[in-house]
DNA sequence: AAGGGGTTTGAAATCGTTTACAATGTCCGC
DNA sequence: GCGGACATTGTAAACGATTTCAAACCCCTT
């Protein structure tokens, strides 16, 4: 149905090996040939058959990119980040949805794999690399966005977890808090990471940290809503809560409305990545923003240095972040805590 | 670097015709035979390469998905409902962001049109199909979602706009509402649509609608702001602020904070579409339900229709909204209206 | 006018599949 | 033991591009 090189070559009345010629601008061909190819490329509205092309050439414009949650406001913007850039590039997008489970991530890497793409962007749902090692045999770059994955040439982009947890959790300290919740994720690297913040926190201002104020549960709202709920329970109640993943604050923050609970008088609140709403609530939230746009340019960005050179040392990029003040921190009820 | 079919076929001993007969599951294969392929696809971790099937078979089971705003919550929900239906059919997903910008979509259409895509779904920036000519000359499914479309063989799924907005209104005319300000979009078809409902709830109750009262801009949170601010400065000032695009609305109450109006008491407030953080606000936001994953999912169903029938006619979609009656609105502050 | 360099063009091989067709093998009844 | 039906296997031709190689052509020098 669509025209290919063959009736292109027939109209123009010359042969295919010319049309490719003139198609990708090679030297060597008469301009008045070029100009009746040409025409006829237009007339027909022929674009050369990707599919057929990949074939012959090896290289395959083509980025694979399988984020955990499309849902999630964090990915989104990563994933905008990795569009724009690799659209600059040339390069198209093959998007798959892992949802946070493993078999299913399993089976898109195969699909990326028999697709062929030049490179693969992953958000890992859990920190082995057992299913990409295929991938990683037939030299397919990886990088690993988000989360950490370790393996021979297997690059990572990541915001410092560590720093920007322990950002929020000086601020709480300096508020005067010492009674500091913390909801985080469990088997997520960024949630181990962030806890490490938190801990470093307490220690850097010669503090016990009570490990037992850190309530873990999976990155989506309801475990959020539960875990919130336990620390509330607590006796003494925290006087401040740090929400270190973003998923997990919708339910975190359904738990103290619910519990009555006002911020910024009763119950301090930080949460982990801006999202466009956190200006919103009432009050608007103090968090740590992530540079999300730039984590998803930086991930194409390392596909494609590899992609160019192959053997090059993995690399491992750290992004800052950084504690925007808003309204639901402020000094701890004397008394409460 | 991959192994092929030809790999496969020396190491077990066979034809590669054969290997393509065991790996695609045909019938009259000797037991036997198909055991040593089956342990060679196994040992080499063969995948067959799914651009040489493309190439070969016309059937490519790739969809193109062009949206218009990956980082709208909206599409992102749509975007969830495509993947989860398409991946189930065993299709892949090609995405793109045409960001609004009609060159971008343009181009990428051409894209998709080169990828060879089985179908595409597009939330057109703009009412004209003549990008998609190519694509429709080809016989390639094209699905519109949320925006309308017209042309043969061109499907639709969208909400039903008109008696979406004629909901809100209602609503807010119930309460005893009459300067109702409507803050919408320009050039495309929702908005259009959706001040048609607005229109047709005030006549419905035999009330006159002024149409002073509807603010148009780009579906952007900065253009809500503008709008919003423009409503707000009326005399005497609209009781009630329909926002009728979801990415408006976070420019919206940010102008009606910063105007310190409170709502419901000073001005309620009805949004389009329903966010997982429309819950969260103070007060929580009435307004809108789409069902977005269902929409998402009607979308590749009727293009697989289509795939499977190409001379349908060409069908469009409504799928229902619903209105959700939350704190943002009350009636209105008697002497003010 | 013949030879030689450089440019322009086309024929044909190739990429990894699927698939039509031909060639073999197997099994059965006579 | 032989022919025929049927099951099994392999050979070779597509698909639509790129790319190598050689043929054809042009122009200039001798």
């Given at each position: 149905?669509?025209?290919?090189?063959?009736?292109?070559?027939?109209?123009?009345?010359?042969?295919?090996?010319?049309?490719?010629?003139?198609?990708?601008?090679?030297?060597?061909?008469?301009?008045?040939?070029?100009?009746?190819?040409?025409?006829?490329?237009?007339?027909?509205?022929?674009?050369?058959?990707?599919?057929?092309?990949?074939?012959?050439v090896?290289?395959?414009?083509?980025?694979?990119?399988?984020?955990?949650?499309?849902?999630?406001?964090?990915?989104?913007?990563?994933?905008?980040?990795?569009?724009?850039?690799?659209?600059?590039?040339?390069?198209?997008?093959?998007?798959?949805?892992?949802?946070?489970?493993?078999?299913?991530?399993?089976?898109?890497?195969?699909?990326?794999?028999?697709?062929?793409?030049?490179?693969?962007?992953?958000?890992?749902?859990?920190?082995?690399?057992?299913?990409?090692?295929?991938?990683?045999?037939?030299?397919?770059?990886?990088?690993?966005?988000?989360?950490?994955?370790?393996?021979?040439?297997?690059?990572?982009?990541?915001?410092?977890?560590?720093?920007?947890?322990?950002?929020?959790?000086?601020?709480?300290?300096?508020?005067?808090?010492?009674?500091?919740?913390?909801?985080?994720?469990?088997?997520?690297?960024?949630?181990?990471?962030?806890?490490?913040?938190?801990?470093?926190?307490?220690?850097e201002?010669?503090?016990?940290?009570?490990?037992?104020?850190?309530?873990?549960?999976?990155?989506?709202?309801?475990?959020?809503?539960?875990?919130?709920?336990?620390?509330?329970?607590?006796?003494?109640?925290?006087?401040a809560?740090?929400?270190?993943?973003?998923?997990?604050?919708?339910?975190?923050?359904?738990?103290?409305?619910?519990?009555?609970?006002?911020?910024?008088?009763?119950?301090?609140?930080?949460?982990?990545?801006?999202?466009?709403?956190?200006?919103?609530?009432?009050?608007?939230?103090?968090?740590?923003?992530?540079?999300?746009?730039?984590?998803?340019?930086?991930?194409?960005?390392?596909a494609?240095?590899?992609?160019?050179?192959?053997d090059?040392?993995?690399?491992?990029?750290?992004?800052?972040?950084?504690?925007?003040?808003?309204?639901?921190?402020?000094?701890?009820k004397?008394?409460?805590?």
């Amino acid at each position: 149905m669509a025209p290919t090189n063959k009736d292109v070559a027939r109209r123009a009345g010359v042969s295919i090996a010319t049309v490719s010629r003139v198609v990708n601008q090679l030297p060597n061909v008469r301009p008045a040939l070029r100009r009746r190819v040409l025409r006829a490329v237009k007339e027909l509205n022929y674009e050369p058959s990707r599919t057929a092309q990949r074939l012959r050439v090896k290289r395959s414009h083509v980025l694979g990119v399988i984020v955990s949650d499309i849902q999630n406001p964090f990915f989104t913007s990563v994933v905008r980040g990795i569009e724009d850039t690799a659209y600059q590039h040339g390069y198209s997008l093959v998007l798959c949805n892992s949802d946070e489970d493993t078999a299913k991530e399993k089976l898109y890497i195969d699909v990326m794999r028999a697709e062929g793409v030049a490179g693969l962007i992953v958000a890992p749902t859990r920190q082995t690399n057992t299913h990409l090692r295929a991938l990683l045999q037939q030299h397919i770059p990886v990088v690993a966005i988000d989360r950490v994955l370790h393996g021979k040439h297997l690059d990572n982009v990541m915001v410092d977890n560590v720093e920007g947890a322990r950002q929020a959790v000086i601020h709480l300290l300096e508020l005067g808090h010492r009674r500091i919740g913390m909801v985080s994720t469990r088997f997520i690297s960024t949630g181990t990471e962030r806890q490490q913040g938190y801990l470093n926190a307490f220690q850097e201002r010669g503090l016990r940290a009570d490990r037992r104020l850190i309530a873990l549960g999976a990155p989506k709202p309801e475990s959020g809503y539960a875990c919130t709920r336990e620390l509330l329970n607590r006796e003494p109640r925290p006087t401040a809560i740090f929400v270190a993943n973003n998923m997990m604050l919708v339910g975190a923050l359904s738990a103290i409305r619910e519990a009555g609970l006002r911020a910024p008088h009763e119950i301090s609140i930080v949460g982990f990545d801006d999202l466009p709403w956190a200006p919103l609530l009432e009050p608007p939230l103090t968090t740590i923003a992530q540079p999300t746009y730039e984590l998803g340019k930086c991930a194409v960005e390392l596909a494609l240095k590899r992609i160019a050179s192959p053997d090059r040392a993995a690399e491992q990029v750290r992004l800052k972040t950084g504690l925007i003040v808003r309204g639901s921190t402020g000094a701890p009820k004397m008394g409460a805590a």
